[in-house]
């Protein structure tokens, strides 16, 4: 009877070595937009000077100050709809990884004014309907001008 104890105990350390559980954890990150700037696969968020918007690469979605509030939408106003995501420059926030980009809105506003343009940026992709690819996919300096017709801002502290 002891035997048999001694041997189920010894099967049992055996299998219980030789299983090994694994666990596969996928995280669904956002992949970046085409009109998104080249070299920076892992950030999170784009500041948007010439809309004073922020764009949140993990859940795809525009973060933009209305009456009274920031929201979180798919898709920008449509008082943007002619402005054009591939000509207008995107700030890369490297610095912040919360969920509120916009606590720094004031800091961003100041830095990065509407029209700004900083180094030359290249876009993941072309844009559609391009028929001279490299044509419209890099800005930096005066090239291209991503801004709206219509740029009325919101009056008011936007925090």
Not at 17 to 25: K, L, R, T
Not at 55 to 65: G, L
Not at 136 to 144: D, E, L
């Amino acid at each position: 009877m002891n035997a048999l104890k001694l041997i189920v105990t010894g099967m049992a350390l055996l299998l219980t070595g030789a299983v090994q559980a694994q666990v596969d954890v996928t995280v669904n990150i956002g992949t970046p937009p085409p009109w998104g700037p080249v070299g920076y696969p892992d950030v999170r968020y784009y500041y948007l000077p010439d809309l004073e918007a922020y764009y949140d690469v993990h859940a795809s979605m525009f973060i933009f100050y209305v009456e009274g509030e920031w929201m979180h939408k798919t898709n920008l106003p449509s008082r943007y709809k002619s402005y054009d995501l591939y000509y207008g420059y995107k700030v890369v926030i490297t610095d912040y990884n919360g969920s509120a980009p916009y606590k720094y809105y004031d800091d961003h506003k100041t830095k990065y004014a509407k029209g700004y343009r900083g180094p030359e940026q290249k876009n993941i992709g072309e844009k559609p309907g391009n028929d001279h690819p490299g044509d419209n996919n890099s800005q930096g300096g005066n090239n291209g001008n991503g801004k709206n017709k219509d740029q009325g801002s919101e009056n008011g502290k936007k925090k």
